[in-house]
C-alpha cells in the first residue's frame, strides 16, 4: 500500500469516529518537522566552525559564521523549508480531496488521489459520513494549517535574521551581500503556495533595508564630496567602459550596466584593490598625478607649471576627441574625472532599487537629494568662485563653466 493510500485511510477513520482533534497533531507534527529542518542546517554549517556549547539558541549559533557563510546557510535554509513547504501542501490536498469525498461534495476521482482506495473507505449505505457542517470545519482547518506551515517557517528564519543583526552584526556586509539577502527573502515568499503574505522575514529586512540604504547613501556621497572638490575641470580621457555603459544605456532604455566580460571582471577586481579615495599630491610638485576612484588618471600642472597646452587642447576640442570622449545619442562629449563618478553613481542607485524593491524609495529620495548637492556645490565652485579659494581653477575660470556645463549636459543625456 503506497503513502497516499495510508493516508486516506487514515483520514477516513478519523473522520468516520469524528476525531476532529487530529488537525492539532497535524499542526504539531509539521512545527516540529520546520524545527527540525533549521537546526539541521545550522548544525551542518556550523559543524567546523567552533561553537560556546552554552549557546541553547540555534539561531545565535548560527551568529558565529561569516557574512558569506550565513547568507549561504539563509540560502539552504530557505531551500529545505520550500520542499517542506511543499510536502505539507501536497499531504493537505489530498486530504481535502478525502474530506469532500466522505462529505459527497465530489466523485472519488481527482488527480493525486487512488479512486480506489476513496471508493473502498467511503460508507457502505452510500450515505456521507461527514455533514456539511463538519466537513466545512475540517477543510477551513486544513487551509489555515497550511497557511500556519507558511507563517511558522518564515517566523524561523526571521529569527535567524533578526539574531544576525543584533549587536550591528549585519552592518558590515557589502551592498552586494544585502541584494543577496534581499534576493533569499524574496524568492522565500509563499503567497503562491497559502493564498497570503507572510510578513515577518519581509519585515525583519525592512529594518535592515533602511539602515543599509542609509549607510549605501553615506559612502556615495562621500565618494562624490571627495571627486567634486579634487576636480579641476579638465578633460580627460574617459575610461574604456564607460562609453560601453553608455551605448547599454541607450540600447536597453534602464540604468544598469552591461553584463561584464571575464576581462572587465579582471578589470573590475584590479581596480577594487585600489584606494577609495583620490590621492592629491602637493602643490610644490611640478606635476601630479591624481588617480580617481573612477579609475581616471589626471595629469595635473601645478601652479607654477605652464598650462597653457593643456588649456589649448581642451579649447580647440582636440583632447576630447583624441583623448577619448564619449558619444551619446549622436553627440560627442567631453569628460571630466567627476562626470564619470556621477554617472556611475546614477547607475548604482538604479541596479540597488531594482533589486531592493521595498527601499526603492528611499534610494531615489537619496539619489535626488545627491544630484541636488552636486548641482549646488558645483556651483558654488564655478560660479561662487569657490574653486579659487581651493586653488584649483584659478586660471580659466570661464573655461571651468564651460567644461561644467557640458559635463551638466552629459550627466542628463545619460
Known amino acids: 500500500m503506497s503513502f497516499q493510500d495510508q493516508l486516506i485511510a487514515v483520514v477516513f477513520g478519523v473522520l468516520r469516529l469524528q476525531k476532529f482533534d487530529f488537525l492539532d497533531n497535524l499542526r504539531e507534527e509539521i512545527y516540529t518537522a520546520i524545527k527540525a529542518t533549521v537546526k539541521q542546517s545550522v548544525v551542518e554549517a556550523v559543524s567546523e566552525v567552533e561553537v560556546d556549547q552554552e549557546i541553547a539558541s540555534v539561531a545565535d549559533q548560527a ?30 490536498e489530498v486530504m481535502v480531496q478525502t474530506v ?67 549587536d550591528h552584526g549585519l552592518d558590515k556586509m557589502t551592498a552586494s551581500e544585502f541584494l543577496a539577502l534581499s534576493r533569499i527573502i524574496e524568492d522565500f515568499g509563499r503567497e503562491s503556495v497559502c493564498g497570503r503574505k507572510s510578513t515577518s522575514f519581509r519585515m525583519g529586512l525592512q529594518g535592515q533595508a533602511t539602515r543599509f540604504v542609509s549607510r549605501f547613501h553615506e559612502e556615495r556621497e562621500a565618494r ?10 579638465r578633460a580627460v580621457p574617459a575610461p574604456p567602459d564607460l562609453q560601453h555603459l553608455l551605448d547599454h544605456i541607450s540600447a536597453t532604455d534602464t540604468l544598469v550596466s552591461p553584463p561584464a566580460s571575464q576581462q572587465e571582471k579582471e578589470t573590475i577586481e584590479a581596480s577594487s584593490t585600489t584606494p577609495s579615495s583620490t590621492t592629491l599630491a602637493t602643490t610644490t610638485a611640478s606635476t601630479t598625478t591624481a ?41 560627442e562629449y567631453i569628460v571630466v574625472g567627476v562626470c564619470v563618478v556621477v554617472v556611475r553613481l546614477i547607475v548604482e542607485y538604479s541596479e540597488c532599487a531594482s533589486t531592493l524593491r521595498l527601499a526603492a524609495h528611499q534610494l531615489l529620495t537619496r539619489l535626488t537629494d545627491l544630484l541636488r548637492r552636486f548641482n549646488s556645490d558645483t556651483c558654488r565652485l ?27 549636459d552629459f550627466a542628463s543625456s545619460s
Request: charged share 15%; net charge neutral.
Open 63 to 92: 551568529r558565529v559564521l561569516s557574512i558569506g557563510a550565513w547568507l549561504s546557510l539563509l540560502s539552504t535554509v530557505t531551500s529545505r523549508l520550500n520542499t517542506v513547504i511543499a510536502r505539507v501542501k501536497g499531504i493537505t
Open 100 to 166: 469532500e469525498a466522505g462529505a459527497g461534495r465530489t466523485q472519488p476521482v481527482t488527480e493525486g488521489v487512488q479512486a480506489a482506495s476513496l471508493v473502498t473507505m467511503s460508507s457502505s449505505d452510500g450515505d456521507p459520513m461527514l455533514g456539511e457542517v463538519a466537513c466545512g470545519k475540517v477543510l477551513g482547518g486544513l487551509r489555515e494549517i497550511l497557511c500556519q506551515a507558511c507563517d511558522y517557517a518564515h517566523d524561523r528564519c526571521a529569527k535567524l535574521l533578526h539574531a544576525r543583526s543584533r
Open 224 to 233: 562624490l564630496k571627495l571627486n567634486l572638490s579634487s576636480e579641476r575641470w
Open 291 to 331: 588617480t580617481l576612484s573612477n579609475g581616471v588618471v589626471e595629469q595635473n600642472h601645478s601652479a607654477s607649471g605652464s598650462t597653457g597646452s593643456g588649456t589649448g587642447s581642451v579649447i580647440n576640442g582636440s583632447s576630447s576627441s583624441s583623448g577619448g570622449g564619449v558619444v551619446v545619442n549622436g553627440e
Open 382 to 408: 564655478l560660479v561662487e568662485a569657490g574653486a579659487v579659494a581651493l586653488g584649483q581653477n584659478y586660471s580659466q575660470p570661464g573655461l571651468g563653466m564651460a567644461i561644467f556645463a557640458t559635463v551638466a
